[in-house]
């Protein structure tokens, strides 16, 4: 009998299925933060071409360009304007002619290419006070343009919010592209995938600690499910080393986290050191915990229990292990991931259609939001950085993809395409 409840547990959870340094030289003329016009979404922002310096820098230019245009249109925070308007004379910026445009913001850039090494100057303006934001010197490898022109974005980004950014982010997945279910990765806008495990088995729920120097996830290499744990620099591996199973991981910190076990019989969640020992059980209550997430502070858990007899969500205060419930809205709800601001709780439902779509609710349990509807099975929900974006897990084309919104469910895209299905998606956050 209790050999058939874990094995219901872990077919309720899985069955939904370096770059080189580069050196930056500020000189910040003034911290400023842009407020966008009233009634607009997004930051109006006039990008000119970028300028080459030297002979032979063209094709770098021209290919940064590209870079730093498809980045800043990822996020949805900028509507990047095509200028009819002359902005550079001889006397300097015209900003008359930006503000005849609507631009809030204008960004000009220089690029030098010798030997293999590129040199990108960037000068950021406010357009309505006509002043300089900020000015930068960015210097990289040829054959990392990438990481110089999603460095200058991060630095856009945060310098215009406040916040950080999604640049430089890593999102991990599932995918059976091989024919077996292995853990992948790529960048924030789905380039650059490489997959990181090679099990041939079924490896599920991976989870990269705030770091980034560890992956956590679950493998039934053995015939029962394992979490592992992999220093991604060394290549070492730990596990929980525990009978029964171990499943579904969440790091707490870059020391700690979180996992279900079963050895004590009943499946509870518990607090891992990174060497899979033990350093505290979390959970003592009759029913199946999982799926944990953890405020930003670490001193909440969020989690999925059945203990009222369906899976609902619930949020434990560490310190006094006191928990209550967040979610009422349906029968059915998992697969939480807690914002990184710490207000809010994405999550998957099942509707009384048998639709599955994602929701989010105020960690005070108020506030519900439906972000997806009538487009299939969409589930797994994972923040990322900056708490603007959320990926996920769709079959409205057919197959299991993963797919990005924003906060509020809008702008739904493809994340990529690749071979087989992909399932699961961790947004790490930790940035490069």
Same mark, same amino acid.
């Given at each position: 009998?209790?050999?058939?409840?874990?094995?219901?547990?872990?077919?309720?959870?899985?069955?939904?299925?370096?770059?080189?340094?580069?050196?930056?030289?500020?000189?910040?003329?003034?911290?400023?933060?842009?407020?966008?016009?009233?009634?607009?979404?997004?930051?109006?922002?006039?990008?000119?071409?970028?300028?080459?310096?030297?002979?032979?820098?063209?094709?770098?230019?021209?290919?940064?360009?590209?870079?730093?245009?498809?980045?800043?249109?990822?996020?949805?925070?900028?509507?990047?304007?095509?200028?009819?308007?002359?902005?550079?004379?001889?006397?300097?910026?015209?900003?008359?002619?930006?503000?005849?445009?609507?631009?809030?913001?204008?960004?000009?850039?220089?690029?030098?290419?010798?030997?293999?090494?590129?040199?990108?100057?960037?000068?950021?303006?406010?357009? $309505?006070?006509?002043?300089?934001?900020?000015?930068?010197?960015?210097?990289?490898?040829?054959?990392?343009?990438?990481?110089?022109?999603?460095?200058?974005?991060?630095?856009?980004?945060?310098?215009?919010?406040?916040?950080?950014?999604?640049?430089?982010?890593?999102?991990?997945?599932?995918?059976?592209?091989?024919?077996?279910?292995?853990?992948?990765?790529?960048?924030?806008?789905?380039?650059?995938?490489?997959?990181?495990?090679?099990?041939?088995?079924?490896?599920?729920?991976?989870?990269?600690?705030?770091?980034?120097?560890?992956?956590?996830?679950?493998?039934?290499?053995?015939?029962?499910?394992?979490?592992?744990?992999?220093?991604?620099?060394?290549?070492?591996?730990?596990?929980?080393?525990?009978?029964?199973?171990?499943?579904?991981?969440?790091?707490?910190?870059?020391?700690?986290?979180?996992?279900?076990?079963?050895?004590?019989?009943?499946?509870?969640?518990?607090?891992?050191?990174?060497?899979?020992?033990?350093?505290?059980?979390?959970?003592?209550?009759?029913?199946?915990?999982?799926?944990?997430?953890?405020?930003?502070?670490?001193?909440?858990?969020?989690?999925?229990?059945?203990?009222?007899?369906?899976?609902?969500?619930?949020?434990?205060?560490?310190?006094?292990?006191?928990?209550?419930?967040?979610?009422?809205?349906?029968?059915?709800?998992?697969? &939480?991931?807690?914002? &990184?601001?710490?207000?809010?709780?994405?999550?998957?439902?099942?509707?009384?259609?048998?639709?599955?779509?994602?929701?989010?609710?105020?960690?005070?349990?108020?506030?519900?939001?439906?972000?997806?509807?009538?487009?299939?099975?969409?589930?797994?929900?994972?923040?990322?950085?900056?708490?603007?974006?959320?990926?996920?897990?769709?079959?409205?084309?057919?197959?299991?993809?993963?797919?990005?919104?924003?906060?509020?469910?809008?702008?739904?895209?493809?994340?990529?395409?690749?071979? $087989?299905?992909?399932a699961q998606p961790f947004w790490s956050l930790f940035r490069k």
């Amino acid at each position: 009998m209790q050999l058939t409840r874990h094995i219901i547990a872990a077919i309720f959870v899985f069955c939904c299925f370096f770059v080189t340094p580069m050196h930056l030289v500020a000189a910040p003329e003034e911290e400023y933060i842009i407020i966008s016009k009233t009634g607009s979404d997004s930051i109006a922002l006039a990008l000119n071409q970028l300028d080459v310096k030297g002979v032979g820098s063209g094709k770098v230019a021209n290919s940064l360009d590209v870079i730093i245009r498809d980045a800043l249109d990822f996020p949805g925070l900028f509507t990047i304007l095509s200028s009819q308007v002359t902005v550079e004379e001889k006397s300097g910026i015209n900003f008359s002619a930006l503000g005849s445009i609507q631009a809030e913001v204008y960004a000009r850039g220089a690029v030098a290419s010798t030997a293999g090494n590129v040199t990108l100057d960037m000068k950021v303006y406010s357009v $309505g006070t006509a002043k300089l934001l900020f000015s930068k010197t960015y210097v990289g490898k040829e054959n990392k343009l990438r990481t110089i022109g999603h460095a200058f974005c991060a630095d856009l980004v945060e310098h215009l919010t406040g916040s950080r950014s999604v640049f430089g982010s890593k999102i991990v997945f599932v995918s059976n592209s091989t024919g077996f279910k292995e853990i992948y990765q790529c960048d924030f806008d789905g380039k650059n995938v490489e997959q990181l495990t090679n099990s041939r088995s079924i490896s599920l729920t991976p989870a990269l600690s705030p770091d980034g120097k560890y992956l956590a996830y679950t493998d039934y290499s053995t015939g029962r499910p394992v979490l592992y744990i992999r220093n991604l620099l060394n290549g070492k591996t730990a596990s929980s080393g525990k009978s029964g199973i171990s499943i579904d991981p969440a790091w707490r910190n870059g020391r700690e986290l979180a996992t279900t076990l079963s050895f004590e019989g009943d499946q509870e969640i518990y607090l891992l050191k990174i060497d899979g020992s033990i350093y505290r059980r979390l959970t003592k209550s009759r029913g199946i915990d999982l799926s944990p997430t953890f405020s930003p502070d670490g001193n909440k858990m969020a989690y999925v229990s059945e203990r009222n007899g369906q899976p609902q969500i619930f949020i434990q205060e560490l310190l006094s292990d006191e928990a209550r419930r967040v979610t009422f809205n349906g029968d059915y709800n998992t697969q &939480p991931s807690w914002s &990184p601001a710490g207000d809010k709780i994405a999550y998957t439902t099942c509707e009384n259609s048998g639709e599955f779509n994602i929701f989010t609710v105020g960690a005070d349990g108020t506030g519900l939001r439906q972000l997806t509807a009538q487009s299939g099975q969409n589930e797994s929900p994972s923040w990322s950085p900056d708490g603007e974006m959320v990926v996920f897990t769709s079959n409205r084309d057919g197959k299991k993809r993963l797919y990005t919104m924003s906060s509020t469910g809008k702008s739904q895209r493809a994340l990529f395409r690749m071979n $087989g299905e992909q399932a699961q998606p961790f947004w790490s956050l930790f940035r490069k």
